[in-house]
């Protein structure tokens, strides 16, 4: 099980030595153009968890090849560029442009920008077609039957699932005003949890493709959790905010938790996830 | 990012309350005090995030930090008692340039936290206004013995002369005044902050005519960079959903 960083949730430029941690390092989102992200506020507490409206703050797809891949490149940590637009065009162009990286994320769900009108499959479809590099597709939870869409973007080609983005929430200060500048925001960490379990596990049984599962993981336990439902290997959110050491300390105890659970690997939990509600049809 | 990358757990060894505000003393372990005006994120129990702190002195094996409890984070760090522990990330961002001739320091309310260890930092007690919303903030000036005081409906603006070097930290207004006043002042700036350490983008202000990351940039920041901090922005403690 490898351990990621969610999209989004660590500059590995700004923070090399918690990059290097990881076992490969998957950028914030790169847009076709440049984007400054919303105004502030942008982040706000809740009961376990978080709202973030960034609003996909990035320097844009010509910036991002010409000046920031090079560096990152020179970290030495495998990297997954997550790829971003609004339309399908937009995200194929990007793969296109893309070379000598260990796999795209096709971001189909942030919740903090208007939705690309193109449907997740259309938009994996045009990138299959764009590029041979490994196509993760980031879905979101707050499709009604994520294991439907799960279905049509592994239907037009996507390798692989990220599991789950943010879902969008709304939190309000004292005055009860939305907390946020933007209004709503994607809330991560603990409450996500259980929500994300559910999305892998049925998306898993639904492609059986590799699925990066990731909301709430804070330690080894946890991410054993998501190999149970299915997923092959997790990324760290917002963990990795209070806790920069998190790579490494949510390894050891993957080890140790396996160790408790009487499994050597992960994979070994994994090969026995079904969905709940198969589980439920199983006689007694 | 300071040496070591994971938060290290410190035992609280006193807390006491200077006015309104709580002093919290923490071991310092194997944490550097930084420069003045750099920050650290403190773990606030029972919290999903941190919460970041300026240093406010550095006693010989201890790091003091001044919390205004206003907010569910704050309170729980003002309830530590000695013996508790937290975690501790730090230091972190860019602090006081120390270079200056005729330092003076300027402080409102809370964000006279930085500036004790600013003054024992530059040596020979340096001038210092500090300003209050009430006689009962401004028993928090005990800690910079020889300051002058001011209270509402008073600014410490009021008082600045030309000539000096002045070394900031307060609310925002406080500081737009300050900047239209001093040019060269150098501001210490504050924004809701989840990491620290530039991981996750909330702290942007408009700096140098963009939206920049505080805590990667600043907190201290020559007066020119801030084109303009949005009204929005509110400080990280009042702001807790």
Known sequence: ?284 | MPSSVSPSRHRVTGSEWVGPYTLLRLERGELEPGAPGQFFMLEAPGRLLPRPFSLCLAPPGELAFLVDPIGPGTEALCALGPGDEIHVLGPLGHGYRLDVERPLLVGGGIGIAPLPYLAEQLGGSPPALLGFRSDEHAEAAALLPGSEVVVDPVLVTELIEPGYDVMACGPEPMLHAVAALCPTAQLAWEARMACGYGACYGCVVEIDGALKRLCLEGPVLDAARVTKVRASNKLLQGAEA
């Open chain 1, 1 to 284: 099980m490898r351990i990621l960083n969610a999209s989004g949730c660590l500059d590995a430029l700004a923070a090399p030595e918690v990059a290097r941690q990881l076992d490969a390092f998957v950028t914030k989102t790169v847009t076709p153009l440049p984007r400054e992200g919303n105004a502030p506020p942008r982040i706000a507490e809740t009961a376990h968890g978080m709202l973030n409206a960034i609003g996909l703050a990035n320097p844009g797809r010509e910036r991002f090849l010409a000046e920031h891949l090079p560096r990152l490149r020179e970290l030495g940590v495998p990297l997954w560029v997550s790829v971003g637009g609004f339309c399908a065009a937009d995200y194929a162009e990007t793969c296109s442009g893309l070379a000598n990286i260990e796999a795209v994320e096709l971001n189909l769900s942030c919740p903090n920008v208007d939705e690309a009108a193109d449907s997740a499959a259309e938009i994996v479809a045009a990138c299959r077609r764009a590029t041979e590099l490994p196509l993760y597709a980031k879905l979101s939870a707050a499709h009604p039957d994520v294991a439907e869409v799960a279905r049509a973007v592994a239907a037009a080609g996507a390798d692989g699932l990220s599991l789950i983005n943010t879902l969008r929430a709304v939190a309000l200060d004292k005055h009860l005003r939305p907390a946020l500048a933007r209004g709503s925001g994607g809330l991560s960490g603990l409450a996500l949890k259980p929500i994300a379990l559910h999305a892998v596990s049925v998306c898993h049984e639904a492609t059986g493709l590799p699925i990066v599962g990731m909301g709430g993981i804070e330690s080894g336990r946890d991410a054993l959790e998501f190999a149970a439902c299915g997923a092959r290997d997790v990324a760290l959110g917002t963990v990795l905010f209070s806790d920069p050491g998190a790579p490494a300390r949510v390894r050891a105890e993957l080890a140790a938790a396996c160790a408790e659970a009487g499994v050597a690997t992960p994979d070994d939990v994994r090969s026995l996830a079904k969905s709940p509600e198969t589980e439920r049809k199983v006689p007694a």
